[in-house]
Each structure stands twice: as structure tokens, then as C-alpha cells.
């Protein structure tokens, strides 16, 4: 059959029709009123899509870069730092703050599991200047518990900053950023906001603003202050991606749409979206007899599943891309071969989702399982059907 290309990873994630034509037809100049407007009703709606009212910042960069740029403005060589980490992008933190001559402490998780809070409890100890840690940790598909994790630190005083990576938990998982005291939550345009990879963005607490006085690593580009000063004007402080701003423009719309005008109730619809297109994958998953690989804290924003015994996932992965087109996450580095991973966040349906599971089944059986065609597709139907209801209700 004829196979259409479709991303079912964890980053970048399927493009928002009406974002790929804003930007194909954008050729605005950024020092132009025009621009600024632009500018400014991005950041506007940024901190809506967010849920708060720090100043939030977009940049020209991956993700990576606003992590690396949360370490060197908020922290000082030798600063003792805590990363929580339980995956890949948890391991980048450690990395990211033993570059820039941090003091690291680490409390750890095995893979596909989360932190215990004692742990964390014990490690924090009041001359800890930053905490970092995931929100998702995309690699294994676990969630973390921010609301409890970032109550133990508000308990701990002000002298003590958290950052979360929010990459793939903005718009898959439910914060009040303000609340609960998160002081820089930072996400990247190829998630959930269903634009090409290329802007990464936070927001920032007061508080942190505050340690950037102090702090005394080297940074220049990924230099907030600056970037804050030029987004008060409408500006930013270099070159913008100008035709990302144009395609995030177009997907903050489409976010209000969902929200019936509010772009924060288009937040928790996104959110809804990716939980039950999550909850629609684990039955599926299930009723084929896989395990999860983080069974006790799924995240929304992917599913991670093992591959059964005796199949490397790597060969399921290859299967889903031949034969049908669908582009899934095999495990990264140790995890290689063991699993693979399925996406909800941003831009999936309900036939997005039930397609995915209806070509499980068929890459279950080209590796020579017994499978019943019909069975992750039908559990996932279930779901739907139950979730459906509800809502009428
Ligand atoms: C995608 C991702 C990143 C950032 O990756 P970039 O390739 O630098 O954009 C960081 N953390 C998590 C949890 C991610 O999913």
C-alpha cells in the first residue's frame, strides 16, 4: 500500500498544517513595527500556553541551549548544584552543570522509574543553589512528580532555584508554574507546539532574575538579561528565526481555537488530547501483551514499551518505517534495542493513534508473536468509548 510519512517521536513531532504555510509565505524584516507586534503577541500568548506570568523568553536554538543557558546564568563555578536525574535528558543535566564547573550532586532513578522523595528530601540541603530536573524524561516515557518535588524546595528557602525541563512536559502535563514556585520551566517549538525544531523557550521567576546579578559564569548569546531587555521593546537581542515566530503564531491560534478563544483552555485541551491518546497506547499495548517500560508513572507525552523477549526493538522500529511509513523512537544508547517509544504530544488524533496501534499489531506478528488483529485497536476503542461518554455527560 502506498505509505504516508508520519512522526510518532518524542521530537520534532508532526507540523501543524497552518504553521507550515505561515512560515512558507513569511518574509517580514525583525526591526520592523510589524515584527514587533508580532513579537509581542507571541510572548504574550507564550505565557498563557505556560500558565504564568514571569517574563518568558524564546530563543533561536534547540532546546539543549536554553538548558545550557539555565546552567551558566543562574550559577557560578563551584556552586553546589542537585540534578535529579532517571534517563538521558537527566544525565544532560549532570553533564551540562559539571561544564560549567558546578559542584554536582546527583540523586538518581533506574530507568522508566521516578525519584523517591526522601532521597531528594536528604540531598537538600539548604547551600544547594539549583535544582534541575525533567518533567518528562522523554527517554523512558516516566513522569515526574514537579508539584511534590518543587513543595520540598519552596520548603527548603529562597536561596535555592528550580529548573525543569518542561520540553515534553509543557503541553502534555498539568503545572502551575507559579503556584508551586517553579522558577525557569523551559520547552522547545518541535514538542507540543507543532512547529519545526529551532526555538526553545522559558519562563523565568523573579527569583532567578535576581541570581543572574550574582552569577558568574561565561555566557553571551544565551545571556537572559539581555534577551529580556530586547523582548520589553518587542525585540530580541539578535536575528530571530523570523518565519518560526510566524509558524508559532499560527500554532498559538490553533491552541486558542482549541480553547474556544483562550489560549490557556486550549493548553488543557492540548493536555486532555495527549493523555487519552496516552491511555489509548498503554490498553493497546497491553492487550497485545507488551509491558511498559515505565508502568508505574507514565508520562502523557510518550509511551515507552519494551519489545517482548527475544525481539530487538530496533528490528520493530525499521518494520513501523518500511512498511507503513511511521517514523517511532527506538530507545537511546543503553536502552537501544529494548524498547520503543510512541508520542501523543502535540499534533495526534484519534486515527493517528489508533493507526499506530493497528500497525503494532501487524509488527508484532512480522516478529513472529501471535497476535489477535484487532485487539490493541479494539482495548484502545474502549478507552476512547468510556472517555467519549464522560465528556457528554
Ligand atoms: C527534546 C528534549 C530535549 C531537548 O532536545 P533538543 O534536541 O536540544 O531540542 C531536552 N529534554 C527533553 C526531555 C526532551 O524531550
Known amino acids: 500500500m502506498l505509505r504516508k510519512n508520519r ?7 508532526p507540523i501543524l498544517p497552518s504553521a507550515q504555510t505561515a512560515m512558507a509565505s513569511f518574509a517580514m524584516h525583525h526591526r520592523t513595527a510589524d515584527f514587533r507586534a508580532l513579537y509581542a503577541r507571541v510572548l504574550s500568548d507564550m505565557k498563557e500556553f505556560i500558565g504564568t506570568k514571569n517574563d518568558v523568553l524564546v530563543l533561536a536554538s534547540s532546546g539543549t541551549g536554553v538548558m545550557e543557558g539555565c546552567v551558566s546564568n543562574l550559577t557560578s563555578p563551584g556552586d553546589k548544584v542537585l540534578v535529579l536525574s532517571a534517563g538521558k535528558f537527566g544525565e544532560r543535566w549532570r553533564d551540562l552543570a559539571q561544564a560549567f564547573g558546578c559542584v554536582v550532586e546527583v540523586v538518581s532513578a533506574p530507568y522508566g522509574e521516578t525519584f523517591s522523595l526522601d532521597a531528594i528530601r536528604g540531598k537538600l540541603t539548604a547551600d544547594m543553589r539549583a535544582i534541575y530536573m525533567q518533567a518528562t524524561e522523554s527517554s523512558t516515557g516516566a513522569r515526574h512528580d514537579v508539584e511534590a518535588i518543587a513543595r520540598l524546595v519552596r520548603k527548603s528557602g529562597d536561596d535555592t532555584l528550580l529548573v525543569v525541563d518542561g520540553i515534553t512536559g509543557l503541553g502534555t502535563t498539568r503545572f502551575d508554574v507559579d503556584g ?13 507546539l507543532m512547529i519545526p525544531p529551532g526555538l526553545a523557550y522559558c519562563a523565568v521567576s523573579e527569583r532567578a532574575w535576581k541570581r543572574m546579578e550574582t552569577a558568574k559564569s561565561p555566557r553571551y548569546y544565551f545571556d537572559f538579561r539581555k534577551e529580556r531587555k530586547a523582548a520589553a521593546k518587542g525585540e530580541s537581542a539578535f536575528t530571530p528565526a523570523t518565519s518560526l515566530f510566524a509558524a508559532l503564531a499560527a500554532a498559538l491560534d490553533f491552541i486558542r481555537q482549541m480553547g474556544n478563544g483562550d489560549v490557556a483552555a486550549g493548553r488543557v485541551a492540548l493536555i486532555e488530547n495527549a493523555e487519552l491518546a496516552a491511555e489509548m497506547t498503554r490498553a493497546g499495548a497491553k492487550a497485545l501483551g507488551l509491558e511498559l517500560f515505565a508502568p508505574t508513572c507514565p508520562a502523557a507525552a510518550l509511551t515507552a514499551i519494551q519489545a517482548p523477549d527475544g525481539v530487538d526493538s530496533s528490528a520493530m522500529v525499521k518494520q513501523f518505517r518500511e512498511v507503513f511509513g511511521a517514523v517511532v523512537a527506538n530507545g537511546q544508547a543503553e536502552m ?7 508520542a501523543h504530544l502535540g499534533y495526534y488524533d484519534y486515527l493517528d493513534t489508533i493507526g499506530i496501534l493497528a500497525a503494532l499489531e501487524h509488527v508484532m506478528a512480522g516478529a513472529r508473536r501471535k497476535v489477535e488483529y484487532g485487539a490493541a485497536v479494539g482495548a484502545a476503542q474502549e478507552v476512547y468509548a468510556k472517555t467519549a461518554m464522560v465528556a457528554r455527560k
Do not use: E, H, Y
Open 7 to 13: 512522526l510518532f517521536t518524542p521530537g520534532p513531532t
Open 180 to 192: 508551586w514556585g517553579i522558577d525557569v520551566i523551559i520547552g522547545g517549538s518541535q514538542k507540543a
Open 336 to 342: 537501544k534495542g529494548k524498547l520503543f517509544r510512541i
